[in-house]
C-alpha cells in the first residue's frame, strides 16, 4: 500500500493509498486506520484551537467514507480461489464450511462485536464504537453470502420477494437536521441530548438480535445504520456546539 491522498487523490484507490490488487478486506482495514488517524488529529487540533487545521481533517474524514464507499459497491479484486473466498476469510471459515459451522461462527462474532458495541459507547470511544458497527455489517454480510451460495436459487428468490421495504423501519436517517434526527430541538441542553442519545443506541442496538440477523437480514442492517447514525448526529452537534463556543 502507498501513502493516502484523500483530500487531492485522482481515485478512491489513491484516496485510501490501496491497490485495485488489494483485498475488499484489506481496503477496509485501510480505511479504518485512515478514520481513526484523521479522528485523532481532530482532537489534537481541537485543543490546540487551530480551526483551519480542524476543518482540514473533517474534510479529510468525509472523502475517506465517499471513497470507501464507491470501493465497497464497485471494487472487484482478482480472486483465483473463488467468489466465496473473501466472504469466508471474513469469517475465518474455510470456504467450503457448511451452513450449520458458518451460522454459529455468525452468530458468536455478531454477539462479540454487540457487545464491543455497547462498551464503546459506554466509554465515549467514538472510534471503537463505529469499528465494531463496521464489523458488524461486514460479517452479517459475509454470512448472508455463504449461506446464499448454499441455498437453492428459488428460495432465495421466495424470500427476497417477501422482504419487506427497509424503509419502512426505524429512524429518518435521510434527516439532515442532527436535531431532526435525535427528535430535540436545538435549545435541548447537553444532558438532554446525551440521555437521548443513550437511549436511542440502546434501543438500536438492542434490534441486532440473532433472529433479527438471522431470518431478516434488511432489519438487521437498518437498525445498525440507525445506531450509527445516532452517534453520528450526537458527533455533529457535538462538534458544531464546541466550535460556537470557541
Given at each position: 500500500?502507498?501513502?493516502?491522498?484523500?483530500?487531492?487523490?485522482?481515485?478512491?484507490?489513491?484516496a485510501?493509498?490501496?491497490?485495485?490488487?488489494?483485498s475488499?478486506?484489506?481496503?477496509?482495514?485501510?480505511?479504518?486506520?485512515?478514520?481513526?488517524?484523521y479522528?485523532?488529529?481532530m482532537?489534537?487540533?481541537?485543543?490546540?484551537?487551530?480551526?483551519?487545521?480542524?476543518?482540514?481533517?473533517?474534510?479529510?474524514?468525509?472523502?475517506?467514507?465517499?471513497a470507501?464507499?464507491?470501493?465497497?459497491?464497485?471494487?472487484?479484486p482478482?480472486?483465483t480461489?473463488?467468489?466465496?473466498?473473501?466472504?469466508?476469510?471474513?469469517?475465518?471459515?474455510?470456504?467450503?464450511?457448511?451452513?450449520?459451522?458458518?451460522?454459529?461462527?455468525?452468530?458468536?462474532?455478531?454477539?462479540?462485536?454487540?457487545?464491543?458495541?455497547?462498551?464503546?459507547?459506554?466509554?465515549?470511544?467514538?472510534?471503537?464504537?463505529?469499528?465494531?458497527?463496521?464489523?458488524?455489517?461486514e460479517?452479517?454480510?459475509?454470512?448472508?453470502?455463504?449461506?446464499?451460495?448454499?441455498?437453492?436459487?428459488?428460495?432465495?428468490?421466495?424470500?427476497?420477494?417477501?422482504?419487506?421495504?427497509?424503509?419502512?423501519?426505524?429512524?429518518?436517517?435521510?434527516?439532515?437536521?442532527?436535531?431532526?434526527?435525535?427528535?430535540?430541538?436545538?435549545?435541548?441542553?447537553?444532558?438532554?441530548?446525551?440521555?437521548?442519545?443513550?437511549?436511542?443506541?440502546?434501543?438500536?442496538?438492542?434490534?441486532?438480535?440473532?433472529?433479527?440477523?438471522?431470518?431478516?437480514?434488511?432489519?438487521?442492517?437498518?437498525?445498525?445504520?440507525?445506531?450509527a447514525?445516532?452517534?453520528?448526529?450526537?458527533?455533529?452537534?457535538?462538534?458544531?456546539?464546541?466550535?460556537?463556543?470557541?
Amino acid at each position: 500500500m502507498s501513502d493516502a491522498d484523500p483530500l487531492t487523490g485522482d481515485d478512491p484507490y489513491e484516496a485510501l493509498g490501496v491497490s485495485p490488487d488489494d483485498s475488499l478486506e484489506a481496503i477496509r482495514e485501510r480505511k479504518d486506520e485512515l478514520l481513526n488517524e484523521y479522528r485523532s488529529r481532530m482532537r489534537e487540533v481541537r485543543q490546540d484551537r487551530d480551526n483551519e487545521a480542524f476543518k482540514e481533517s473533517a474534510e479529510a474524514i468525509k472523502e475517506i467514507e465517499h471513497a470507501w464507499e464507491w470501493l465497497e459497491g464497485n471494487h472487484e479484486p482478482v480472486d483465483t480461489d473463488g467468489p466465496s473466498n473473501e466472504a469466508a476469510a471474513a469469517l475465518d471459515l474455510p470456504a467450503d464450511a457448511a451452513p450449520g459451522t458458518i451460522e454459529a461462527r455468525r452468530d458468536r462474532l455478531l454477539d462479540e462485536h454487540r457487545e464491543r458495541m455497547r462498551k464503546a459507547r459506554h466509554e465515549d470511544d467514538n472510534e471503537g464504537f463505529k469499528t465494531a458497527a463496521n464489523r458488524i455489517e461486514e460479517i452479517e454480510r459475509a454470512a448472508e453470502r455463504l449461506l446464499a451460495e448454499r441455498s437453492e436459487p428459488e428460495a432465495e428468490q421466495e424470500h427476497d420477494d417477501q422482504a419487506p421495504d427497509p424503509g419502512s423501519d426505524g429512524p429518518a436517517l435521510s434527516a439532515a437536521d442532527p436535531y431532526e434526527l435525535l427528535g430535540l430541538s436545538r435549545d435541548a441542553s447537553e444532558a438532554e441530548l446525551a440521555a437521548r442519545r443513550d437511549e436511542l443506541v440502546v434501543e438500536y442496538t438492542a434490534r441486532l438480535t440473532p433472529e433479527t440477523y438471522a431470518d431478516e437480514p434488511w432489519r438487521f442492517r437498518q437498525a445498525l445504520r440507525a445506531t450509527a447514525a445516532v452517534d453520528d448526529a450526537w458527533r455533529a452537534i457535538e462538534g458544531d456546539r464546541t466550535a460556537d463556543s470557541e
